[in-house]
Structures are given as structure tokens and as C-alpha cells.
């Protein structure tokens, strides 16, 4: 298997950025995994979602795990740097990275078997330590790359493709985020762009942990009738409870909805998000609420879709840990070294 | 059978016995400094179980005018001030040796030895009658004791005075009244009984202008010269002091004016996380390194493979301790050289680094974030609980100002732009070294993909036979420019012709100094070789070559050294012959001349024989 790298040709007429990137610029290779996956969708949402950020693509760093999810990382931004780590341990890799430069962009890509099964400890501590980073699972229910075991996302009583039935209670990732901390969470479906996309703007704006659980069907292992996480059946649960619109700093606010329905959200960044609620009055800023409206749907077996909570103050890791403004990779000897007659005070009180 | 009690000055072991969390080891601490303030070397250890209350420890302190900082094996005089191990602590003296005890409470005549001199001082009456308070009663005990042993010894009161001054700094208050009970100790001593003993310390000028001071602590003071901005860790003995003395070192030089930190700290939860945290922080341009130990060692294997194989730099400091599994925590070894040098699954190799001191351990602790960016790839420093938790005395730390950091080849977007030709992993120099570029450099050029998949020369994933075999070929090129930037043996010739050889590392060294000596006096001569680090510098194979018969001195079971010398040098394993101690305890003198010089006797070679060449 090799990667076929696109033609670079741009054609003249293609749209363009702010910065004057088209899409192109934000694609990478193309991907290998099997056609009709959920996986390949959501790539194609944070494709549309950079570009239409405007950032520029190699201000990016994309960390993942190990999983056809993982993998999918090579299939966009060609001009930022990747780093396919180890399975289960994208959290702790992006937190270093992060470390070393408060200034790029992080995303961070994993699986469900990456990160509820193998990495559940280092999902909990990077939401915990607030990184600054959009954390993307891309949830099947199912390990792909290892041929559809069951990973520890899917559902109670639902069936493997061979007609196995789970007997292992599921772990929920969002209603986890939430307890942990991160403050930004929310749920989406890799079938729904029109969601998807502006969710992922908003939480890459989002200035701290922002964590994002997308259910992203694997139709090689778990695309049939008696899974949960199946094409059919999350459209069929899927109860969302909000559109998103994002708005531009400074652009004016254009969205135009009844009276009541209509939630913006300022970001840090000086970024507006614009939250048209569906059916329930729901709070963007209220975590217990949000865990308890989460529980409260899935007991009647509904998936929550939307953005299900937004911390307006977050705190990010640097601030904790009240690092200097530029990069700490950024520093050198003068920065760093205190020199030799401070260790020469140093000796003298060693004596 | 040495005839009375022993007689000697500057040259005697004194052993504190304590019960863990009694508040004796700054009292101890600073018997260890006066004696060092009085010109005379001391070599303290602690001794402590995996506790923090309740438990024996032991402070044990060498005193040394000639100089030998090992480990000396035996105990000169006791202060046994642990009922508990009271009768295990008395049969440890040396014939003719002393033991000071509380005699508040009168012990019958079976629990002393008719071949010692005991000194009785009632220290807890001495105690209660001044003190009311129960904790001022336990610390205080301390430093009574410290008075008495002050007069016994013959020390210099005002270097204690002083001492105790330095310690209470800022906290004033304190000063006084510790002045106060050292004096009340002493005045007992004084007045009750025969002072100084025949034991004693006088005066000298064999410190100069060394430094005392621990190993973790120096080697976080390497970290922070070196430039390491990034550091993730999780406690384990007897690491946990090399990440702590990091943040408090960094407290005082690393804050810019507006209070910034300039370093980032992460105590992670797991040595997974930290590993991870520091192979991500090396990636993206920063110096990042983790302290740990063996169990440590162990969960970071699938990391450091993924560090070998994709080329990422970061320091790792494995402060040894016994083990397998928990083994002995607070006991020293040196037992993962093996699970360090080939750490992870499948073909890896890793530089390690054998620091002998603090001294070393500074220098080797800067060094490794040059050799970890010039390599791009994990390196080990490797200490043991006997370096890194003891105070040694040891050459003042020292660094050139003109000194750069070596950031390695790391290709800027000035290099890209002007259009240099970039594959991440193409051997542009022929030394294995390839270029890296940091993420977020240029907006077309010199982004790649970082994976643990095998890939060809531009980072392109790849299965195929070739480019992976050129690939692994590479590693092994980078593996052979290390040898050459890595610190070199260093050999010490017998000033007579020898046809045997002894190689040894790390905190083995000043014990392995001093049995030479022994074994000199015992007529045998023998050529050293300190081996400073993995990959191994062709000298340690000219060495070998060089004599009949080499020991390889290390203080672990398996000999764990001597393997991965017979394995890298191609040696025949009859030629090394092993020296091991590995009991937990630190490696002596007496136990490596007495091994080696039985050794030598077995050869039955005449001692002084000269070899034609
Ligand atoms: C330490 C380790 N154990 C097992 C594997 C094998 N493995 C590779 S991917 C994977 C599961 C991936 O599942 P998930 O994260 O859900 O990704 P998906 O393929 O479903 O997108 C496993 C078990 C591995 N790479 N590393
Ligand atoms: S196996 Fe499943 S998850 Fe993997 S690529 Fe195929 S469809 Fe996607
Ligand atoms: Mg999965």
C-alpha cells in the first residue's frame, strides 16, 4: 500500500480564503480507507472547516493514535506536520507538543478503541489538564484497523456484524468529557456535514479543551442491523439540540431566526457562535444540566447531537502553568542557560 | 583481634540508626557538613525502606581524609537511637568500635558487647527536663545528640553553629534555641564523660574547593543549563528528587520579570503520559526530558521504540534502584542496562550515559540535550540511587559561557525557501543524521508526516523490502556517529606492565579507585577503564584486546554491562570476567579488591611478573 500523492493542479476558478488558500490547499493525500467510510467524512468536514477558518494550513499540527481513524490525519492539511503516534497515546503526545508551542493550532484524531479502550487514562488527564486542542474521536463502536471487535463505545446488547451481542456496558465519551472538565464539548454524526463542520470551526476557536465525539460509521464491521452506531439507526436516534452558525470577529451577525430560539456565544478569540436551539430550551453554559439532559435521552435510547456545553472562561494548561508568551521551543541560551557565575553562587552555597 | 577500642583519626565510619520521620536526618546532615567544614571528606548514604514513618533508616557517614568516597563497609561507631533495631545495630560494630546510646532507660548488660566501648548519654532526660513539647522534644533529641557526638569527636563548634545558622535562615526564631540544645548535649558530654574519644576528627585540608551536593539535584541543574524547557514526570524512589529539584531550581532561574515560567513542569499520570509528553515536546522543537526508574523504564518500552524508529529527541534520567519488579526500591543497582539499551520491541538501540558523580551527572545532564538533538533520538542518563539521593562531594560544577546549545540539523524556512532539498529521512552528510524540520516552519516546504510505520527516505509510508532495510541500515550509520560524540572511556594505566584489565562505570568508580589501591598493596596491578557511555568507543575494544583478562565491576546480578560488551564488541565472553555485587547495598572497596585479588590469586600469577612485549 503507498500513498497516492493528488495532482497539485489548481484550477483558476477554484474559491478562495480569506488568506487566499483554496480547498486543495487543505487536503492531503488520498485516503485508503474503505469507500463509504464515516471516517473519510469527517476529514472532508475539517478540510471544509479550515478553509473556511482561514488558517493557515501549516500552523496546524495533527497528532493522532493508531486506528483507521488515526490514520486519517495523512487525508488532510498535506502542509502541516503529523505525527501518527502510538495507540492510545495521542493525548499525552499532543500535551507535549503543545508545550513546546503555545502558538500552533492542535489537533488532535483518535478512535474509539484508541481512546475509550487503550487510552482511556490519557483522554481523562488531557481533558483534566484543560490542553488547549480540538480532540477529535472518531466513534465506530468498533476497532476497523484490527477487523470489528467491539471497542468499549459500543452499546449494550448491540450486535457484531458475526451476531456476537455486547454483555459490556458502553462508555460514553461526551458525558466523560464534561465530568472531566473540557470546556468545550460536543457530539456530532460524520453524516451530517451541515452540523459537523461548524462544530469543529467552533472548537477550533475554542480556546482550551475542546472535545468532540463523532459518530462516524465503519461499513466494513459495523454498518449493519442490530449495531448502534450504524448509517440508519443514529439517523434515526439522532436528537440534536442545536444548529451552529459561526460568525467572525468583527463580521456582523447575520443569522436571522424566531425570537427565542437564538443563542450567541462569544468566544475568547472575539469569534460569535450563533446556536439555533432545537426543541428543548437548553443551556450551552450549564454542565450538570447538560450531563443530566444527556442522560435523560439516552435512557430512552436518543443520541444527543449539537454542542452540548461551553465553558465561556476556559483555562487553558499555559495559563495554569503561567508559561512565558512565546514558544518555549522558541527559547535559546540566553533565554535559557542561567550562565556561569550563577553557578558559581551555586557552588559557594554547596560548600 | 585488634586489642581496645579503635584509635583513629579522620578515617572511621559513624552510622546513625533512627526511626523514619523522627526529624534526624538534618541533625544528621549536618554532623556530615561540620566534618566537611573542617577540611575533612566525608561520604554520607542514606539508608531508608519504601516508609515515611515509623521505620528504621540509617544515615551512615564516611569519614575519609585520603579521599575515598565509596561505600566502606563495617560501622566504626553506632548512635543507636532505634530500640527496634537496637541488638542488629550493636552486632554491626566493629570490634573495638563505639556505640552511643540513650540510657535514660537502663538496659541490662546482654544487650551490649564486652569488645566495644559504650557510651551511655540519657538523652531523653536531658530532653524532657528542657522541653515540654512533644515534637520540640523529637527534633531537639536530634541535635542533643549532635552535641555530644560534637565533644566525643572533637569537632569544630562554631562550623555546627554556623550550620545550624544557614539551615534556620529566615527562620530566625529557630536559631537560638537549636544553639542552645547542641550546647546542652555537648556540656553533658563535657562533663560526664572521657572527651575527645581516641576516634576523632581533627582539622585537615582535604576539601578544597569541592562541592557537596546530590546527584538528582546536580543532574536537574544539568536539565537546566542543557536548555530543557519541557519536563514530564511521575514519582517513583529514588527519581522523584531529580523532577522536584527541576522546579525548584527553575523557580529561581528560569522565571522571567513578569513572573513567567520559562519551562513547563507535568507531573503526568503515568510514565506512559510523561514519555509521551516528552517525545511530543521533542518533536515540536522543545528539550524535553522525564526522570524515572525501572518500573518506569518498563511502561515507557512502546514509546521509546516509537522515538527510535521515528527519530525524536528527549532524555530520559533512570535513577536506578534493585530490582526486578519492585525488587528494593530504596536500594541501589545497577540493573537496567539492558532493559534501557534495548529498549522497546523489535531492532532498537539507545545511547546511555554513565555519570560516576553529581559533577558528571551535571555535565552528562546538559550533554544529553545536545547529543538528544544532534541524534534525534532518545537519550538515557543513567544514575542509581547511590548517586542520585546522596549528598557527594565532588568538583564544583562548571560551564563555559561561550558554550551553544546543539540543536542539531534542523532545517529552517530561510534553507527551505532558498530551495535545499528536504527528506526527513535522507542521509544528506553520510553520518545516518537526516534533517528535521520543526512543525509550523514554512507554509509549502518541509511539512512530513511523523509515524512509527516504516517509510522511505521523504517520509512517504512504505512496506516494502528495500526502503526499510535502507532505512534500519541508516539507524545503525547513526548508531556509529554516535560512538564518536558520545563521552569516551576514560583509561588509568598501572604505572606497571599488566596483563589484566578491569572496566567499570558509574557510581562503582570511587570505590573501584580505592581497591585499586588495595589490590596494589596486595601486589596485584591492573589497568582501569571507565566506560562513560553506550554505544561503546572502539577503545573498549583495544582494551580488551590490550589484556589476557579484563573484570567488568557492576553491581547487578546478570551482568547486564559485560553482556552488551560481548554483544556490541564481538568479544569472547571467556576474556570478561565478572565482578557483581548486587545485594542493594552500595559496591565497596573491600568487596571489589577481595573479589578481583582471589581472582588473581586463582590465575597464580606471580604478582610482580613482567611480560615480555
Ligand atoms: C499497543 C497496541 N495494541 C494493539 C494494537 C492493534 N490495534 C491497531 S488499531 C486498533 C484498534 C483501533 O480502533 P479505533 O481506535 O476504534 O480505530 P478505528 O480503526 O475503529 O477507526 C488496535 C487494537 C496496536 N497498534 N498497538
Ligand atoms: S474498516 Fe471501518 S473504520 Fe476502517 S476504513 Fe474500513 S470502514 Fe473505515
Ligand atoms: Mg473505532
Known sequence: MTYIAKPKFHHPGLPKNALGYTHRDYEGTISTLCAGCGHDSITAAIIEACFELSIEPHRVAKISGIGCSSKTPTYFLGNSHGFNSVHGRMPSVLTGANLANRDLIYLGVS????????????????????????????????????????????????????????????????????????????????????????????????????????????????????????????????????????????????????????????????????????????????????????????????????????????????????????????????????????????????? | MPSGPISRVNDFVVRFANVNGSGSASANEMFARAIMRMGVPVSPRNIFPSNIQGLPT????????????????????????????????????????????????????????????????????????????????????????????????????????????????????????????????????????????????????????????????????????????????????????????????????????????????????????????VIGAGWNGARAFTATSGPGISLMQEFLGLAYFAEIPGVVFNVQRAGPSTGMPTRTQQCDIISCAYASHGDTKHVLLFPEDPAEAFDFGAMSFDLADRLQTPIFVMLDLDIGMNHRLCRPLAWDDSRAYDRGKVMTAAELEAGKEFGRYLDVHGDGIPYRTYPGTHPTKGSFFTRGTSRDRYAKYTEEAGPYVDNMQRLLRKFETAKDLVPRPLIANSGKSTRYGVIYFGSTSPAMDEAIGMLEGRGHALDRMRVRAFPFHSSVTSFIADHDFVFVVEQNRDAQLRSLIVNECGIDPVRLVPILHYDGTPITARFIAGAIGEHLDKFKIAPKRKVAS
Open chain 1, 111 to 351: 478512535g474509539d478503541g484508541d481512546s475509550a479502550s487503550i487510552g482511556l487514562g490519557q483522554f481523562a488527564h488531557v481533558l483534566r489538564r484543560g490542553v488547549n486542542m480540538t480532540y477529535i474521536v472518531e466513534n465506530n463502536g468498533v476497532y476497523g484497523l484490527t477487523k470489528g471487535q467491539f471497542s468499549a463505545t459500543a452499546d449494550r446488547g448491540s450486535k457484531s456484524k458475526r451476531g456476537v451481542v455486547n454483555t459490556d456496558n458502553s462508555i460514553d465519551l461526551v458525558a466523560m468529557a464534561l465530568q472531566l472538565g473540557a470546556t468545550f464539548v460536543a457530539r456530532s454524526f460524520s453524516g451530517d456535514k451541515a452540523q459537523l463542520v461548524p462544530i469543529i470551526k467552533a472548537a477550533i476557536e475554542h480556546d482550551g479543551a475542546a472535545f468532540l465525539d463523532v459518530i462516524s460509521p465503519c461499513v466494513a464491521f459495523n454498518n449493519h442491523a442490530g449495531s448502534t452506531k450504524s448509517f440508519d439507526y443514529v439517523r434515526e436516534h439522532n436528537e440534536a439540540v442545536n444548529r451552529l452558525d459561526v460568525i467572525p470577529a468583527r463580521a456582523p451577525i447575520t443569522v436571522d431566526y424566531a425570537e427565542g430560539s437564538l443563542q450567541i456565544v462569544e468566544q475568547h478569540d472575539g469569534s460569535r457562535l450563533a446556536l439555533r436551539k432545537i426543541g428543548a430550551d437548553y443551556d450551552i453554559h450549564d454542565r450538570t444540566a447538560a450531563l443530566g439532559f444527556l442522560q435523560r435521552h439516552s435512557a430512552k435510547g436518543q443520541i444527543v447531537t449539537g454542542v452540548l456545553f461551553i465553558d465561556g472562561e476556559p483555562v487553558d494548561l499555559h495559563a495554569s502553568l503561567r508559561t512565558v508568551d512565546r514558544p518555549l521551543n522558541s527559547l535559546t541560551e540566553a533565554d535559557l542557560c542561567p550562565g556561569s557565575a550563577a553557578l558559581e553562587t551555586i557552588n559557594a552555597s554547596l560548600r
Open chain 2, 58 to 277: 540509617w544515615y551512615e557517614v564516611r569519614v575519609t581524609e585520603d579521599g575515598h568516597l565509596g561505600a566502606r563497609g563495617g560501622v566504626d561507631f553506632m548512635v543507636a537511637m532505634n530500640p527496634q533495631t537496637f541488638d542488629k545495630d550493636v552486632a554491626a560494630i566493629e570490634p573495638g568500635g563505639y556505640l552511643l546510646y540513650d540510657s535514660t532507660k537502663p538496659l541490662p548488660a546482654s544487650k551490649f558487647r564486652d569488645d566495644i566501648t559504650v557510651i551511655g548519654v540519657p538523652l531523653t532526660a536531658i530532653t524532657n527536663r528542657e522541653y515540654s513539647d512533644p515534637r520540640q522534644r523529637q527534633l531537639f533529641k536530634n541535635i542533643i545528640y549532635l552535641g555530644a557526638l560534637s565533644a566525643l569527636l572533637d569537632m569544630d563548634v562554631p562550623a555546627i553553629e554556623k550550620l545550624i545558622g544557614e539551615q534556620y535562615r529566615g527562620k530566625d526564631k529557630l536559631i537560638g534555641p537549636n544553639v542552645h540544645a547542641l550546647h546542652l548535649g555537648r556540656d553533658w558530654a563535657l562533663q560526664n564523660l572521657k572527651c575527645p574519644l581516641p576516634i576523632r576528627v581533627q582539622k585537615a585540608d582535604k576539601v578544597g574547593d569541592r562541592i557537596f551536593i546530590e546527584g538528582n539535584s546536580a543532574a536537574a541543574l544539568g536539565a537546566v543549563y542543557g536548555g530543557a524547557t519541557v519536563c514530564a514526570w511521575y514519582p517513583i524512589t529514588p527519581s522523584s528528587s531529580l523532577a522536584d529539584a527541576f522546579t525548584r531550581h527553575c523557580a529561581k532561574l528560569r522565571v522571567d520579570a513578569d513572573g513567567k515560567a520559562k519551562y513547563a513542569i507535568i507531573q503526568a499520570e503515568d510514565e506512559l503520559s510523561s514519555i509521551g509528553m
